[in-house]
């Protein structure tokens, strides 16, 4: 029997067989909820639509109560502790086998490969010629690692993994910002060489307005001195007529 067929026939059942108030539509909104999302925490589920505070919560009552409907239940390790979880019931599948398959995901999930071990990072800091650079190097190998603070400690000794992360962000924050300023001036200085050499750095589309406004004063005085280069050939043609005459 599925979950939803488990819902049909209890309605039809509690519609014939009960005439005060029962349970079934707890258990049918507990059907529905499962369908729903699938999978959930036994415990929260159970207090949600039982009633029950979650101080007082016993897994036996709640697997009682769980087994009335066509679920599976059974133990995962969540976060260093094992959960109740309940789902659809399928004849098709070994639970047993999900529960270690889920179990070794979350394991995998959960270990962080460690690149170098603590001896190869206390050599490497060895070699390093400053507290910076020794510094530097425990930012790395713990950053690359994604090690949390307590891993961080555990595993390399390093106790103030977030000061250091901090600290390597100022750095890195204030590098970028020299790093635009030199740029910034190197531009500047480009640009005050270029002046004295002649070159008026501006902006292309002040540059294009000038350029056209400089090709057309050539011209015009390219045409004005032919005008008076023909005046001036005229006027001693003239005259040479004259004397000759």
């Given at each position: 029997?599925?979950?939803?067929?488990?819902?049909?026939?209890?309605?039809?059942?509690?519609?014939?067989?009960?005439?005060?108030k029962?349970?079934?539509?707890?258990?049918?909104?507990?059907?529905?909820?499962?369908?729903?999302h699938?999978?959930?925490?036994l415990?929260?589920?159970?207090?949600?639509?039982?009633?029950?505070?979650?101080?007082?919560f016993?897994?036996?009552?709640?697997?009682?109560?769980?087994?009335?409907?066509?679920?599976a239940v059974?133990?995962?390790?969540?976060?260093?502790?094992?959960k109740?979880?309940?789902?659809?019931?399928?004849?098709?599948?070994?639970?047993?086998?999900?529960?270690?398959?889920?179990?070794?995901?979350?394991?995998?999930?959960?270990?962080?490969?460690?690149?170098?071990?603590?001896?190869?990072?206390?050599?490497?800091?060895?070699?390093?010629?400053?507290?910076?650079?020794?510094?530097?190097i425990?930012?790395?190998?713990?950053?690359?690692?994604?090690?949390?603070?307590?891993?961080?400690?555990?595993?390399?000794?390093?106790?103030?993994?977030?000061?250091l992360?901090?600290?390597v962000?100022?750095?890195?924050?204030?590098?970028?910002?020299?790093?635009?300023a030199?740029?910034?001036?190197?531009?500047?200085?480009?640009?005050?060489?270029?002046?004295?050499?002649?070159?008026?750095?501006?902006?292309?589309?002040e540059?294009?307005?000038?350029?056209?406004?400089?090709?057309?004063?050539?011209?015009?005085?390219?045409?004005?001195?032919?005008?008076?280069?023909?005046?001036?050939?005229?006027?001693?043609?003239?005259?040479?007529?004259?004397?000759s005459?």
């Amino acid at each position: 029997m599925t979950l939803n067929e488990f819902i049909v026939a209890r309605q039809e059942f509690c519609r014939h067989r009960h005439k005060e108030k029962c349970d079934c539509k707890k258990l049918i909104m507990v059907a529905a909820d499962i369908l729903q999302h699938r999978f959930l925490p036994l415990k929260d589920l159970f207090c949600k639509l039982f009633g029950c505070n979650p101080s007082k919560f016993k897994s036996d009552k709640a697997v009682s109560r769980m087994m009335q409907l066509p679920v599976a239940v059974f133990p995962l390790s969540m976060n260093g502790g094992q959960k109740l979880y309940v789902c659809e019931l399928n004849s098709c599948l070994d639970y047993s086998k999900l529960q270690v398959l889920i179990n070794g995901l979350q394991n995998k999930d959960a270990k962080k490969e460690v690149v170098i071990d603590k001896d190869m990072l206390q050599m490497l800091c060895e070699l390093a010629s400053s507290e910076k650079d020794r510094r530097l190097i425990k930012y790395a190998v713990c950053t690359s690692s994604q090690l949390s603070s307590t891993s961080a400690k555990n595993l390399y000794g390093v106790s103030d993994l977030a000061m250091l992360q901090k600290e390597v962000t100022q750095a890195l924050d204030e590098a970028q910002e020299i790093r635009e300023a030199v740029t910034k001036i190197a531009s500047i200085e480009k640009s005050v060489a270029l002046e004295k050499l002649g070159f008026v750095v501006s902006d292309s589309g002040e540059s294009s307005d000038s350029s056209s406004d400089g090709e057309e004063s050539v011209d015009d005085l390219s045409d004005n001195d032919a005008t008076s280069d023909n005046s001036e050939c005229l006027t001693g043609a003239k005259e040479n007529l004259s004397r000759s005459t």
